[in-house]
């Protein structure tokens, strides 16, 4: 009866929700518990319909230019819910961290590429930052 109770409570509070169910890439790190504090960025991006093997093969090959300071976390795409959608989750130690650690990523020989070959593959994207919780095993 108390969780009953609680899913009335809280169906008063949701204004929408969206699920979906994604898998990881095969190329991306398995995400693993951290020590913190850290900060996580979650960016979001929405394909063209058909681009998803394209843009797996390029970021194959481009996630070694982002693992230099193992802010690489996790990378997957939907399977149900909104198609096309691949989510990339980051973690730095702070704004700052994240700054540097993007801007180093333009030194590299190789990611400008990247870019240039997928860009043209996303409809929109979106960058959110996150601060776990004390419960989150990603600190």
Same mark, same amino acid.
């Given at each position: /009866?108390?969780?009953?109770?609680?899913? !009335?409570?809280?169906?008063?509070m949701?204004?929408?929700? #969206? @699920? /979906?169910l994604?898998?990881?890439?095969?190329?991306?790190?398995?995400?693993?518990?951290? !020590? $913190?504090?850290? &900060?996580?960025?979650?960016? *979001?991006?929405?394909?063209?319909? $058909?681009?998803m093997?394209e843009? =797996?093969? @390029?970021? %194959?090959?481009?996630?070694?230019?982002?693992?230099?300071? /193992?802010? %690489?976390? $996790? =990378?997957?795409?939907?399977?149900? =819910?909104?198609?096309?959608?691949?989510?990339h989750?980051?973690?730095?130690?702070?704004? /700052?961290?994240?700054?540097?650690?993007? @801007? %180093?990523?333009?030194?590299? #020989? =190789?990611?400008?590429?990247?870019?240039?070959?997928?860009?043209p593959? &996303? #409809? *929109?994207?979106?960058?959110?930052?996150?601060?776990?919780?004390? &419960?989150?095993?990603?600190?």
């Amino acid at each position: /009866q108390e969780y009953l109770d609680f899913r !009335k409570e809280r169906s008063r509070m949701l204004l929408s929700r #969206r @699920n /979906q169910l994604l898998l990881e890439f095969s190329f991306w790190n398995e995400p693993l518990p951290r !020590k $913190g504090p850290n &900060i996580y960025e979650l960016r *979001t991006y929405k394909l063209k319909p $058909g681009t998803m093997i394209e843009w =797996g093969n @390029n970021w %194959a090959r481009a996630i070694k230019y982002r693992q230099e300071n /193992q802010e %690489a976390v $996790g =990378g997957f795409f939907s399977q149900i =819910g909104e198609l096309y959608v691949v989510h990339h989750l980051w973690a730095y130690k702070d704004l /700052q961290s994240r700054e540097e650690t993007r @801007n %180093a990523a333009w030194t590299k #020989r =190789g990611w400008d590429e990247n870019v240039y070959y997928t860009v043209p593959l &996303i #409809r *929109t994207m979106e960058s959110r930052i996150m601060i776990p919780l004390k &419960i989150s095993p990603l600190q």
